[in-house]
């Protein structure tokens, strides 16, 4: 009798959550990928009885300052975020938990659907990003960053569309932003413009479309000084300030730096004013709203210098990470991967147009969609071929890398050249590098 009073009182207490297993998942979302989640992290519980998610969801303007208290405090959530770009840090102070022996096998969810090189991007074999059986996160999503034309524009003045698969070669798109960037009230200034691009976050694709990059293959030497990528440079302010391509003169073709202040070029391509411009995964909601964009637009890869170069272009997105100090790590690690791989979830993301979903299986799906922009290929190309990951995300922070825009503006304004420039800031971005590299060696000794 007295054993069947514990066992009546042990399931009641079960019944009624005091024995329930709690996991804290912190994170930020928009109000439609929360509501997403909160189904996933339903469906999670009911497949794990048991168990209680305490779901944090806070923006992402708030979410770095948070997790940051909560790392110096040693108090970090069971489930978080993490960006490729911190995994050394994480990992060398041993914060994360390595998820390899824990998601192979999970009920409901296939880790084998996921996109390798989206898993690849959370791999640290303790030395170099990308390598080794340990990972370190699991995708919570993977954002390729493509180049959009506006479709409706190159039809308004007769110019033939580029090719979905074929990229520009620098003298081809310097000809296109030509015929593109026109007065069409005759009021002595542009209307219309080639393109308008961000130098912190579209410059580095004529960079890889020339051939060179931030640092050599050992990630530990800067080699901003590499004639091709000074090139590169010079071609990026002659965009706006004219210049020659390989022997053919340009009149600029984006707006001057008043007219970018006065009007950003962001706004530009909304109202229609741009021919090229990019767009992430995360961009599409708002620019198939009809209320906000007016036109057709579709995806081709980033620009070259010569036929002979291959297009490249960014990867981003986070992780979700599971912190050492989880209770119950084997749970953890399968709430990481159910918040990663769950395929209604990533159908709902797809359907909503808020990401690419992270399975391969789902491609098609997310490639055959109607409406824009016709050639979601290019998202998946980049994902399986043409995507890179940032060079600061090679080393242990990215103090370096900001040097080289802190005075960049001299460049683009004409003040400077790129040549003068690069061999000015290149000694104090190898310094840099330098103590980022010293403090990675520390960590590991």
């Not at 009798?1 to 009624?16: D, H």
């Not at 706006?240 to 008043?258: F, I, M, N, R, W």
């Not at 979601?376 to 890398?401: C, L």
């Amino acid at each position: 009798m007295k054993k069947l009073i514990i066992a009546l009182s042990a399931l009641l207490a079960f019944s009624t959550g005091i024995f329930a297993e709690e996991i804290t998942l912190m994170i930020y979302a928009q109000p439609q990928e929360k509501a997403i989640l909160d189904k996933v992290v339903a469906r999670f519980e009911q497949t794990h009885k048991g168990t209680k998610v305490n779901f944090i969801s806070s923006t992402q303007d708030e979410y770095d300052a948070k997790i940051q208290a909560q790392l110096a405090a040693n108090a970090l959530p069971d489930v978080f975020y993490l960006g490729p770009g911190a995994v050394r840090q994480y990992v060398d102070n041993n914060k994360v938990l390595d998820l390899a022996p824990y998601v192979k096998n999970v009920k409901g969810v296939n880790f084998e659907d996921l996109y390798e090189k989206a898993v690849d991007t959370y791999r640290y074999d303790g030395k170099n990003l990308g390598k080794g059986d340990a990972i370190w996160a699991l995708p919570k999503d993977f954002g390729p960053f493509a180049f959009a034309y506006n479709k409706t524009l190159f039809q308004k003045y007769g110019i033939p569309l580029p090719s979905k698969t074929k990229p520009y070669t620098w003298t081809e798109f310097m000809d296109v932003c030509t015929k593109l960037t026109q007065d069409t009230n005759r009021d002595g200034l542009n209307d219309t413009f080639g393109t308008g691009l961000n130098v912190h976050w579209a410059f580095i694709q004529f960079v890889w479309g020339n051939g060179a990059d931030f640092l050599d293959e050992t990630h530990t030497k800067v080699t901003v000084t590499d004639p091709k990528f000074v090139e590169a440079l010079q071609f990026w302010a002659d965009m706006t300030l004219g210049g020659t391509v390989d022997g053919k003169k340009y009149k600029p073709v984006t707006p001057t730096a008043s007219q970018a202040q006065s009007l950003d070029t962001y706004q530009r391509w909304i109202k229609g004013e741009l021919g090229f411009f990019p767009a992430g995964p995360w961009d599409l909601a708002k620019f198939n709203d009809p209320e906000v964009i007016k036109f057709d637009y579709d995806l081709i890869p980033w620009p070259v210098h010569t036929s002979a170069n291959k297009t490249a272009t960014y990867r981003g997105g986070v992780g979700y990470a599971v912190a050492k100090t989880a209770k119950n790590p084997q749970l953890a690690a399968e709430l990481a991967l159910y918040l990663s791989a769950d395929k209604e979830a990533n159908e709902m993301y797809s359907d909503l147009d808020l990401q690419i979903p992270n399975l391969k299986s789902l491609a098609s799906r997310y490639t055959s969609k109607p409406g824009k922009p016709e050639n979601r290929q290019e998202y998946i190309n980049i994902i399986q071929e043409t995507g890179r990951a940032w060079p600061a995300d090679y080393t242990y922070n990215s103090v370096w890398y900001d040097d080289f825009y802190i005075g960049i503006q001299k460049v683009l304004d004409g003040k400077m050249t790129a040549k003068e420039y690069c061999e000015k800031v290149a000694p104090k971005m190898q310094r840099d590098l330098d103590k980022a590299l010293a403090r990675a060696r520390q960590k590991n000794q």
